[in-house]
């Protein structure tokens, strides 16, 4: 895995304090989940002290607002954001290669943080807009970023882009005038196969001096 | 005769120009489509049950429970009770289910029983005397060779040469037949030459003939200089970032329509149409892009097949069958291993006279063969000997230039091993031995010139361990390499509409490289219309076929074949629009968007006035280029290039670990269509070199017979942070571009883990045997330093 102290970006952390439940909540749930009855929608108990939300096992309703669209879905808990997305709403732009947090061609904008999407679960991610590489363009125009991509030749086979766009996007988001090393670092995250590498160093350039 | 012949440097108005790749818009923002994103209407899912073990008999499959699990809709056996399971992660058993989840609740509930063998999953050296002749083959062999995906052409060859043990039946072919053996296998097991008793090739350890050429024994005593070392480099995965797999659906009983994750969508259909049963004709295959391949993507595999059975089983329903990750990196491909004990003679002037070599290594259970070493320098006077392991680890299949980044490995690691000890810098030893590179020996002067400029090699470079600085070692290292790279079989469709519009059929493949930008220059510019006026239709058994895309065979086949088409249509329009410019059809070009007469070019047409002379009916015309080199009038493709690769490393003798400071590549491929994708194609082949030069290894358990690391943690890429400087030349111009177009996806990957290796030779002053060169090796190396010195001081 690359460099873990990625900007802003930990897909192992609790997602949202007031909202869904952290990973280690829901391991914990888990435990007392299964010997649950399905029920549709959720119910709360006392898990170490204090009261979570119990989803499924069966399928539950779920929300989420991916690119200013509301989607209403019937989901099993254990379903991820991403999974939801490519085989639910055929919204693939968010690409599954590890499904576990390794590689980050899954990324996606939760809220304002990017986040791997194979490590969220769908039902974690139905409190805040989540934002894909779909959404970046502005009609028929690139985003600077994805023109950045195409003028330095940033991709190859393409599998990896997407993750690289969006977490660049998500940088310069939250960081309007990063430093290339900054951005560096904010791409730690995301591996490329083919080796494009030094194309998105040249678009990383590129944004810099644009100072966004 | 029409002219096919590329265009001159000074009518070119696109080719050789930096022209981004024309599908980049759709990559970076989502749009573009792989396989893997296809979504049939009612798709099932599809998973693999993979035996646990490195080698164990299947002795029974119970299935019924699955098969009755709620929303399981079919169930494969792949195979059967009483085969013997290969490696660890072998197919046994496919489910197609309504969801991916329960499609994996319904693979726990299958029982096989095993009865786990003996297993081998190493490839290091094999004990003295170990290697076996090799010998005929038993029934059990050609068996295991079948159902170990070893290639036809290599299980062809054997029985060719070795025969059989036993008297082949029609049971015995039909078992193989059933089994997946092709038909040029079952030919070759019917002709093999039956020898009695002589049962044989059952040890791991092959011994391939030894090879001597010259006098190397008289070589190595005259030699005022032998260098001895070990070189190698592991077997390493592809690590393909989009899994290989397909979604497979049955649109009528006898037609089966798959999207599936290829190199090769021309080839596909005739794979599987045998297991399935159907003709080829009724096979349609489709793909739009494909997210890497690296060679290990040119089959319909085993699970490609069982999801269309599955999907038969199923009424037709879509059953999407991609490798999970851990999959994708135990099954789909690996890179074979090839480590050398090598030793190499001189004078003291630096002329290399002799060449001995004792190699190993593994391509998983087919053994493999000896990679070619001494690689680029033919030197005189050679004794090898190869021993293939044949072992437990999974298939291998061709990695970017196969064999040849573990050869440069080896070669020229001994020949900088060889500078060292004549304290030569090497760049002297391999200019002065260039002679006997063959054919490319001009290129390669040319070539290490123009790198040892941009390296900075004069100026930066030292004699080994000397240029050390507190804690950091700083070393210069270089490679040389070669690749054919002659353009495949292919066939274009180019019509020209009478409205103006234009597009282009072919069964090819953009795996990435580049191939839509680079077919969409050449019809552009035979037209003389803009790149944006060229629709491209490629990715489908609808268009006519051309070859798959490996071996850097496609640039050249496709361009070619696309120059053909564009060309006769271009003949077919002029015929068409002559008269209306009261002219001769050969007085007409086509050029910035007109259609006009040489003579007299004041008397034109603009594009699309010219096509509506066409008349009511759309001309097309199909290129062809034969993969026969002399069979096509005129050549437009080539074979053969040479490069050079230099690394520039900094080491950190406390912690071992290297960084690489810069690398530079300078490579010729003939015609040049597209620079910046060339130019690409090499940035990219830098950073999958110092990927597999510092981190990439596939680790087998001993105890267990599994691979340690099937997943992108502790497989390791390379990541943007690892990725230096990276300089790239590409060489153009004359005594270039007049060659043709020759492909590049193989040879520039070849030298960096070399001249890695090298540099951090030149670094710590200590050669670092076995990429990749991780820091447990490089203190390992510093200290067998430290001993030597004391033992001889």
Redesign the interface.
Same mark, same amino acid.
């Given at each position: 895995?690359? &460099?873990h102290d990625v900007l802003d970006r930990d897909p192992k952390e609790k997602v949202d304090d007031s909202s869904g439940v952290s990973r280690r909540d829901f391991l914990k749930i888990s435990s007392i989940s299964a010997a649950a009855v399905p029920i549709l929608g959720t119910k709360v108990v006392q898990a170490a002290g204090v009261p979570v939300k119990v989803y499924g096992p069966g399928k539950v309703p779920v929300e989420l607002t991916i690119n200013g669209q509301k989607h209403s879905l019937q989901l099993?808990p254990?379903?991820t954001l991403l &999974?939801a997305m490519?085989?639910q709403l055929?919204i693939?732009? *968010?690409?599954?290669?590890? &499904?576990?947090a390794?590689?980050g *061609?899954c990324t996606v904008i939760l809220g304002d943080k990017p986040v791997y999407a194979c490590s969220i679960l769908a039902i974690e991610a139905q409190d805040k807009p989540i934002t894909?590489?779909?959404a970046?363009?502005q009609g028929d125009n690139?985003d600077p970023i994805?023109q950045a991509?195409? &003028?330095n030749? *940033?991709?190859?086979?393409?599998?990896?882009? @997407?993750g690289f766009?969006v977490a660049f996007k998500a940088v310069l988001d939250k960081h309007p005038n990063a430093t290339p090393e900054e951005i560096?670092h904010g791409? @730690?995250g995301?591996?490329?196969?083919?080796?494009?590498?030094?194309?998105?160093?040249l678009a990383i350039a590129q944004m810099a001096q644009k100072g966004v | 005769m029409p002219d096919y012949n590329w265009p001159d440097a000074e009518h070119r108005t696109l080719i050789g120009k930096r022209i981004?790749?024309v599908? #980049?818009?759709?990559?970076?923002?989502?749009?573009?489509?792989?396989a893997?994103?296809y979504?049939g209407s009612n798709m099932l899912f599809g998973k693999i049950l993979r035996a646990p073990y490195a080698k164990a008999k299947i002795v029974s499959i119970d299935i019924s429970a699955a098969e009755k699990m709620p929303g399981v809709k079919a169930v494969q056996i792949i195979q059967k009770a009483g085969t013997t399971a290969q490696w660890a992660g072998d197919e046994v058993v496919a489910v197609a289910a309504v969801?991916?989840?329960t499609a994996e609740d319904a693979v726990r509930l299958i029982k096989v029983n095993y009865q786990p063998m003996p297993y081998l999953v190493s490839d290091a050296e094999p004990p003295a005397g170990a290697g076996e002749a090799p010998g005929p083959m038993s029934d059990d062999d050609i068996d295991d060779a079948v159902s170990n995906q070893t290639p036809d052409a290599q299980i062809v060859k054997y029985l060719q040469e070795h025969g059989v043990t036993f008297k082949v039946d029609e049971d015995f072919l039909n078992d193989m037949k059933g089994e997946g053996a092709s038909e040029a296998v079952l030919a070759a097991i019917q002709k093999a030459e039956y020898h009695k008793g002589q049962a044989g090739g059952h040890s791991a350890y092959q011994k391939t003939a030894a090879q001597t050429s010259g006098d190397p024994d008289k070589a190595f005593a005259e030699a005022a200089v032998v260098s001895e070392g070990l070189y190698g480099a592991p077997v390493i995965v592809h690590?393909? =970032?989009?899994?290989h797999g397909s979604v497979s659906e049955w649109t009528d009983k006898d037609h089966l329509f798959t999207h599936i994750s290829t190199q090769n969508v021309s080839g596909i259909a005739a794979q599987m149409a045998d297991p399935l049963g159907i003709e080829a004709a009724n096979i349609r295959v489709h793909q739009d892009?494909? !997210? !890497?391949g690296?060679g290990s993507k040119f089959a319909a595999d085993r699970w490609d097949i069982a999801a269309a059975r599955l999907s038969r089983k199923a009424g037709g329903r879509p059953v999407r069958m991609m490798l999970?990750?851990d999959a994708e990196l135990k099954v789909a491909g690996a890179r074979p291993s090839a480590y050398a004990r090598v030793k190499v003679a001189a004078t003291k002037e630096g002329t290399i006279t002799g060449w001995q070599s004792q190699s190993w290594g593994t391509g998983g259970p087919g053994g493999g063969g000896m990679p070619p070493i001494p690689y680029v320098f033919g030197i005189p006077n050679q004794h090898k000997e190869h021993t293939a392991i044949r072992n437990n680890i999974g298939p291998a299949r061709a990695w970017r230039a196969p064999n040849h980044p573990q050869a440069a490995v080896i070669t020229m690691g001994a020949l900088d091993d060889l500078a060292a000890k004549l304290n030569m810098d090497p760049l002297d030893l391999w200019l002065k031995n260039l002679e006997i590179t063959g054919p490319r020996r001009d290129v390669y002067r040319e070539e290490l010139g123009i790198a040892a400029d941009l390296m900075g090699w004069k100026e930066k470079w030292r004699p080994r361990g000397q240029n050390v600085s507190g804690s950091v070692a700083r070393g210069l290292g270089l490679s040389i390499h070669t690749w054919g790279g002659r353009g495949h079989a292919s066939d274009c469709d180019l019509t020209i509409h009478p409205d103006g519009s234009v597009d282009v059929k072919m069964g090819t493949q953009d795996? !990435? $490289?580049?191939t839509r930008t680079t077919i969409i220059i050449v019809a552009a510019e035979t037209l003389g219309i803009p790149i944006e006026a060229i629709n491209l239709y490629i990715g489908d058994t609808l268009y006519p076929p051309s070859g798959g895309s490996g071996g850097s065979t496609t640039p050249g086949g496709v361009s070619s074949s696309t120059r053909r088409a564009a060309v006769d249509a271009r003949e077919a329009l002029f015929a068409k629009v002559a008269p209306a410019l009261n002219a001769q059809p050969d007085d007409l070009e086509c050029t910035n968007g007109t259609v006009r007469v040489k003579s007299d070019p004041s008397r034109s047409l603009n594009w699309k006035q010219a096509c509506s002379k066409i008349g009511a009916m759309p001309v097309t015309a199909r290129g062809h280029n034969d993969q026969i080199a002399g069979k096509n009038h005129p050549d437009l493709t080539n074979s053969g290039v040479g490069g050079v690769g230099m690394a520039d490393v900094e080491v950190d003798i406390e912690t071992g670990v290297v960084k690489i400071k810069k690398m530079v590549a300078v490579q010729d491929c003939g015609l040049i269509i597209d620079l910046? $994708?060339a130019?690409?194609s090499c940035?990219? #082949? =830098? #950073? /999958?070199g110092i990927?597999y030069a510092l981190f990439e290894e596939k680790v087998m358990d001993q105890a267990t017979g599994r691979m340690l690391n099937p997943? /992108?943690?502790f497989y390791? =890429?390379?990541?943007?942070?690892d990725?230096p400087e990276?300089v790239v030349h590409m060489m153009t111009g004359k005594g270039y571009d007049e060659r043709g177009v020759i492909g590049l996806g193989e040879p520039p990957v070849i030298s960096p883990g070399a001249a890695i290796a090298n540099a951090v030779a030149n670094a710590i002053g200590a050669r670092v045997s076995f990429l990749p060169i991780t820091p447990d090796k490089v203190l390992a190396a510093l200290n067998q330093k430290d001993m030597d010195q004391k033992a001889g001081a």
């Open positions: 895995m690359q &460099d099993e254990r379903v &999974d490519r085989d055929e693939t732009g *968010a690409k599954r290669v590890c &499904d576990r390794e590689c *061609a894909t590489v779909e970046l363009m690139l994805q991509f195409v &003028d030749d *940033a991709s190859q086979c393409g599998f990896c882009t @997407s766009v560096r791409l @730690s995301n591996v490329c196969r083919c080796g494009t590498y030094h194309g998105i160093h | 981004s790749r599908d #980049a818009p759709f990559k970076v923002s989502g749009r573009a489509k792989y893997y994103d979504h969801d991916e989840s690590c393909c =970032l989009e899994p892009n494909m !997210g !890497g690296f999970e990750r795996i !990435g $490289t580049g910046k $994708t130019e690409s940035y990219g #082949a =830098l #950073a /999958m990927s997943n /992108m943690e390791r =890429l390379a990541g943007l942070n990725i990276l």
